[in-house]
T-cell receptor, first 115, second 112 residues
């Protein structure tokens, strides 16, 4: 069964450094998402992306964050200058369509640790 | 977005059926009921979804009340691998950016 893959599984970065989290969505999917989960807290929506544009973003997704689909397969999340509070699990997801009946398929996440 | 209410935790014995309830009294006529689960150290995993009729798939069954104000996810025979947090999420046509809004879910513990 096709799946969403994320790399790296764990990223350790010094505060203030830039970090790029990578995702390969399911190949025929057109809608892409990033979520994050701080340890012990709920899964939170960050951003959705379609047709090379951001469709929606949450308050968390400030100017320090950006997303890109650099080629036909990868979908990346960049944090420009990391803060301690960016430490979390980051999950990428994709869906075939946008209708409310379409499920989203998630990767197993990247654990980001900011020192 | 319409809100869902789930018990914080439930316990089950292995190989017994599990009924996970969800209340969504403010559901609108166009909201789909989705269930996801999150196993330890993994990302959320889609389980099942429905609109009005009961649904079955290889993972679970979804029973939807006639007034749609509640639903129940049914695992027919719980295994240790089913120990996870189960999320009941409503999705309507006006969900901004197709986002999923996760609540606290129900933590299912399965005893051998």
């Amino acid at each position: 069964e096709p799946e969403v893959t994320q790399t790296p599984s764990h990223q350790v970065t010094q505060m203030g450094q830039e970090v790029i989290l990578r995702c390969v969505p399911i190949s025929n999917h057109l809608y892409f998402y990033w979520y994050r989960q701080i340890l012990g807290q709920k899964v939170e929506f960050l951003v959705s992306f379609y047709n090379n544009e951001i469709s929606e973003k949450s308050e968390i997704f400030d100017d320090q964050f950006s997303v890109e689909r650099p080629d036909g397969s990868n979908f990346t999340l960049k944090i420009r200058s990391t803060k301690l509070e960016d430490s979390a699990m980051y999950f990428c997801a994709s869906s075939e369509g946008e209708s409310s009946s379409q499920p989203q398929h998630f990767g197993d996440g990247t654990r980001l640790s900011i020192l | 977005d319409a809100k869902t209410t789930q018990p914080n935790s439930m316990e089950s014995n292995e190989e017994e059926p599990v009924h996970l309830p969800c209340n969504h009294s403010t559901i609108s006529g166009t909201d789909y009921i989705h269930w996801y689960r999150q196993l330890p150290s993994q990302g959320p995993e889609y389980v099942i979804h429905g609109l009005t009729s009961n649904v079955n798939n290889r993972m679970a069954s979804l029973a939807i009340a006639e007034d749609r104000k509640s639903s129940t996810l049914i695992l027919h025979r719980a295994t240790l691998r089913d120990a996870a947090v189960y999320y009941c999420i409503l999705r309507g046509p006006h969900n901004a950016g197709n986002m999923l809004t996760f609540g606290g879910g129900t933590r299912l513990m399965v005893k051998p």
